[in-house]
C-alpha cells in the first residue's frame, strides 16, 4: 500500500486541560472549536493557506473569539491533520484517510489560490498518481468513501475510484496490482506451478495469468450501494464473461447473505451489522441487498447456476421481497431447471415462518409448481415422425430436394430433443421432491398429486420413484379416506414399476386392492408376454389371495389374455392394451372391488356364480415362468414390507 509524507519539521502538538496546543515561543491568537475539542493556535499559519478561516475570523467580533467547526467532515483528527500541514509539520497520508483529508481541505478552501502547492494540489496528486493506480489502494478509499457520501460524490471521488476498479477488471490481469490476500495466493500457486521457483506479489509472465475471477473477492468487502455501482461499471464494459460475473455475485452472496438461505430464522446472522440495530432493521438492510444482487444477474441462460437462482429465492421468500423480484428469479430458475437438485427445490414456506404451530405446509409447494408449469410450457416433447405438410409437400412438388426437407426435420427434432432431455431430468427431480414433501403431514393430497401430474406421462421412463412418493405419503397419512387413497394410486402406472418396486407394492398394506391386483397382474402378463409357457396351476399364495376372496379354483382352467383389462368404476380404469402378446379370443377378464377384507373388500360386477367359471379359466391357466415369478415374489419375507 502507497502513502505519501508532507511536511518536515517533528510534531509539536500536545494536550493541557482538554486543550491542544502547538509548542511554540509565540503565544497563540486563534481558538477554534471541532466538535468536542478545542485548539489553541496561530492565525499566521493557518489563515495563510485556508481562505474559510480567514473569512470567519474576519467575521468575529473581537480577536477572542472561538471560531466554530462543528460541521467539520473527518472530526478532531482529520483537522489536526490540516492543522499541522499548515504548520510544516510532518503528516503521512494513505488510502486510510486521503478521503477524509480531502473533504477537510475542501471545507477548508485550502486552494491554490489561496497559496501554491496547497493541500489540495498535493492530495490529488497523490490521488491520481498513486492511489488510483493500485488495486487495493483503490479498494480502500472506495470504502472510506461511505463515511463522507456527499462530499465524496461531490468532489467525484467516488466515481472515480469506481471508474478505477472497473478498468481494471476489463484489462489483463498481470496488469493490475493485487491485493495482500490474493498476491500471497498467486505467489503460492507460482511456487507450486513453476517447480518451487518463488516469484513476487505481481503475477509472474512466466506462470501465466491469475484466475479469470481473482477480483471477486476483493470486490465482495465493498458495501452493497458502491458494490452494483462497481459491478455495473463492469458489466457496461461488455468484456468480463457473463458466467464471471455470476460467479462474482455468488460469493458476494455468500460474504453479505447470512445462513438465511438455509434456515427458517429470518436474520439469523446480524454480525455485519450494529448491535443497535433492529431485527426489522437488518431484515431490510438483508432485502435490499438482494435485491440489488438479482438487478445484477447476467441476462444469459447458465451465467448462474441452478442452485445459486433456488438459494436466492429461499431467501426472497424468507425476506419477503417483492413478488416482481421473486417472479424474475422464478422465470429464471425455470430456464434451467433441468440442473437443479431435490434439495434446491425445498423452498421454506414463509408463510408459517414465524408461527410454529401454524397448520401450513414446510415447504413452498405453489412456488415449485409454479417453476415447474414455465418450465413445462418451454418446449414440445420431439416428434416421433416428420411433420405430415412436409411429406405431403414433398410428394406433390418436386422442387425441393428430399435430402433438404430431411435436413430441416433432423434439426427440428434435434432441438425438439433437447428439450425432451430436461423433461426427463426434471421428472426424476420432482419425483425426489414429492419424496421428501411427501412427509409433510400438514401437505393437502390435491397439491402432492397436482405436482405429480404436472410431469407428463413420457418424462417418466419408470414409475419407482414416484411409487415411493406415494408410499411415503401414506405412511404420512394414514388417516386417509378410501376415495383418497385411489385417488393418489390414481397417479401411479403399474405397468412402469419395477420387480422389486413390484414386490414391495404386492406386499404393501397402506394401498388399495385394486392396486396390489393390478401390480400382480401386470407382473404376470409382463412375464408371460416375455416366456410364452403355459402353466397348470397358480402358486400357493396366489390360490390361497384368490380364495380368500370366495373364487373357486377347481373349475378354472384356460389362459390369461395380456390385453385383458382390468375394470373397476368409471374413475378407475386401468388398461393393459399397451402389452404385446400371442393372439387370443378369451374375453376380457373384468373384476369390481368395492369394499376391504381386513381392509380390503372384493366384489364383481355381475352375480358371482354366472360369471365365475369363464374368469377363473383365465386366471388359473398360468405361464410356467410367471409361477416362479410369483413363488419367488409371495414367499419373500414379509420383513422388507415393514422396513420400507
Known amino acids: 500500500m502507497k502513502f505519501m509524507n508532507l511536511g518536515s519539521r517533528p510534531d509539536t502538538f500536545y494536550t493541557t486541560e482538554a486543550v491542544r496546543s502547538v509548542s511554540s515561543e509565540v503565544s497563540s491568537d486563534l481558538i477554534i472549536q471541532v466538535k468536542g475539542s478545542r485548539y489553541l493556535l496561530h492565525k499566521f499559519p493557518l489563515l495563510s ?11 468575529a467580533p473581537d480577536s477572542s473569539s472561538v471560531v466554530q467547526l462543528s460541521d467539520f467532515p473527518g472530526g478532531v483528527e482529520t483537522f489536526e491533520l490540516c492543522a499541522k500541514f499548515c504548520y510544516g509539520i510532518t503528516i503521512t497520508l494513505s488510502a486510510y484517510n486521503i478521503v477524509a483529508a480531502r473533504c477537510a481541505a475542501e471545507y477548508l478552501e485550502m486552494s491554490e489560490d489561496v497559496e501554491k502547492g496547497n493541500l489540495i494540489y498535493k492530495l490529488e496528486v497523490f490521488f491520481t498518481s498513486c492511489i488510483l493506480q493500485g488495486w487495493r489502494d483503490c479498494i480502500v478509499t472506495l470504502q472510506t468513501t461511505r463515511a463522507y457520501p456527499l462530499w465524496s460524490e461531490e468532489l467525484a471521488i467516488t466515481g472515480r475510484c469506481i471508474d478505477s476498479i472497473a478498468s481494471k477488471v476489463l484489462s489483463y490481469p498481470s496488469k493490475v496490482s493485487l491485493s495482500h490476500s490474493q498476491s500471497r495466493r498467486v505467489r ?60 462474482a455475485l455468488k460469493v458476494y ?95 421454506p414456506n414463509s408463510t408459517g415462518m414465524n408461527n410454529s404451530n401454524s397448520s401450513t405446509t414446510t415447504y413452498d409447494v405453489d412456488m415449485v409448481m409454479s417453476i415447474l408449469e414455465q418450465f413445462m410450457m418451454q418446449g414440445q416433447s420431439p416428434p416421433t415422425t416428420p411433420p405430415r405438410s412436409k411429406l405431403g409437400f414433398e410428394r406433390r412438388r418436386r422442387s425441393r430436394s428430399a435430402e433438404n426437407i430431411n435436413v430441416e426435420f433432423q434439426e427440428s427434432r434435434r432441438s425438439s430433443s433437447a428439450s425432451h432431455s430436461s423433461k426427463l431430468k426434471v421428472a426424476k427431480i420432482i419425483d425426489g421432491y414429492l419424496q421428501e414433501i411427501a412427509r409433510d403431514v400438514n401437505l393437502p393430497l390435491p397439491k402432492f398429486v397436482e405436482v405429480a401430474e404436472a410431469v407428463p406421462d413420457f418424462a417418466r421412463l419408470d414409475h419407482d420413484d414416484l411409487y415411493r412418493a406415494i408410499d411415503i405419503y401414506l405412511k404420512a397419512h394414514r388417516d386417509l379416506s378410501k376415495t383418497d387413497r385411489k385417488r393418489l394410486c390414481r397417479i401411479l402406472n403399474c405397468k412402469k414399476l419395477s420387480m422389486e418396486v413390484c414386490v414391495h407394492a404386492a406386499q404393501n398394506e397402506l394401498l388399495p386392492l385394486r392396486v396390489v391386483v393390478q401390480v400382480l397382474f401386470f407382473e404376470q402378463a409382463r412375464a408371460a408376454t416375455s416366456g410364452g409357457k403355459m402353466a397348470a396351476e397358480l402358486p400357493p399364495n396366489i390360490k390361497a389371495l384368490l380364495m380368500a376372496h370366495g373364487v373357486n379354483l377347481s373349475r378354472a382352467t384356460g389362459t390369461l389374455s395380456t390385453t385383458t383389462s382390468i375394470h373397476g368404476g368409471p374413475e378407475d380404469q386401468w388398461s393393459v392394451s399397451g402389452l404385446k402378446s400371442p393372439p387370443s379370443k378369451m374375453p376380457s377378464l373384468r373384476t369390481k372391488p368395492t369394499e376391504d377384507i381386513n381392509g380390503v373388500e372384493y366384489h364383481d360386477e355381475a352375480d358371482t356364480a354366472r360369471r365365475a367359471p369363464g374368469k377363473l379359466k383365465s386366471l388359473c391357466a398360468m405361464p410356467a415362468r410367471p409361477k416362479r415369478m410369483f413363488s419367488k415374489l409371495w414367499t419373500m419375507n414379509r420383513s422388507a414390507s415393514e422396513k420400507n
Not at 478561516?53 to 474576519?58: I, Y
Request: aromatic share 4%; charged share 25%.
Open 253 to 347: 452472496a455468500s460474504r453479505w447473505l447470512p445462513s438465511i438461505c438455509i434456515t427458517r430464522r429470518r436474520c439469523s446472522d446480524v454480525s455485519n451489522y450494529d448491535d443497535s440495530d433492529s431485527h426489522d432493521d437488518v431484515s431490510s438492510k438483508h432485502r435490499l441487498l438482494l435485491e440489488s444482487i438479482i438487478s445484477l444477474l447476467p441476462v444469459e441462460k447458465g451465467a448462474v447456476s441452478c442452485g445459486f437462482l433456488l438459494k436466492l429465492l429461499k431467501a426472497a421468500n424468507i425476506l419477503n421481497v417483492s413478488s416482481s423480484w421473486r417472479t424474475e428469479i422464478t422465470r429464471r430458475v425455470a430456464l434451467q431447471l433441468e440442473d437443479a437438485t431435490t434439495s434446491d427445490l425445498l423452498i
Open 49 to 59: 493557506k485556508c481562505l474559510r478561516l480567514q473569512q470567519l475570523c474576519s467575521e
Open 188 to 247: 503460492d500457486d507460482a511456487v507450486s506451478s513453476c517447480n518451487g521457483v518463488r516469484h513476487s506479489g505481481k503475477l509472474a509472465a512466466a506462470c501465466g495469468p491469475s484466475r479469470p475471477n481473482w477480483w471477486a473477492e476483493d470486490l465482495a468487502e465493498l458495501g452493497i450501494d458502491l458494490y452494483w455501482r462497481t459491478m455495473a461499471a463492469v458489466k457496461s464494459g461488455g468484456r468480463v464473461p457473463s458466467n464471471l460475473i455470476g460467479d
